[in-house]
């Protein structure tokens, strides 16, 4: 195993250190996610994701111990975001849906519901001043 290190001065690393440690890393962290995320496809998503980070962070690994935590550990806590943002992604769901009705209603049945409000409210000006303020208060809630 090879250790990771920037090659000669440059900002990349060496792309044969990075397909070999990719080759030899990613069907078992793949795998390693699926017990995280069901989803296969996520899974490979992860993955890619952590060895993306692993280029752009330019860590050095002189011990394949030390790299192992650093790629097994990475996919978890990606896989543990993934499944956060997805729980909030249910909640604002399910919160839309039980909003919907006062939400969705189109622009046309809010001004008719303003219209007959209008028209009730002027039918009732002419009643005693206690029913007057009873009617009001029943359509206020």
Avoid: W
Avoid at 10 to 31: A, C, G, M, N
Avoid at 55 to 82: M, P, W
Avoid at 97 to 121: G, H, K
């Amino acid at each position: 195993m090879a250790t990771i290190t920037p090659s000669n001065s440059s900002s990349f690393y060496d792309e044969k250190v990075i397909r070999e440690l990719f080759e030899q890393h990613y069907t078992p962290l793949v795998l390693f996610a699926k017990g995280y995320i069901p989803d296969l496809d996520t899974d490979k998503d992860v993955v890619q994701e952590v060895f993306l980070s692993l280029i752009e962070s330019q860590e050095t690994f002189n011990d394949v111990d030390n790299l192992k935590a650093y790629l097994y550990g990475t996919v978890r806590h990606k896989c543990l975001k993934y499944l956060r943002h997805e729980e909030v992604k249910r909640r604002y769901q399910k919160y839309m849906q039980s909003e919907a009705p006062d939400e969705t209603r189109t622009y046309e049945e809010r001004v008719l519901e303003e219209e007959v409000y209008a028209l009730l409210i002027k039918a009732i000006q002419n009643y005693p001043e206690l029913l007057l303020i009873v009617y009001l208060l029943v359509f206020e809630g």
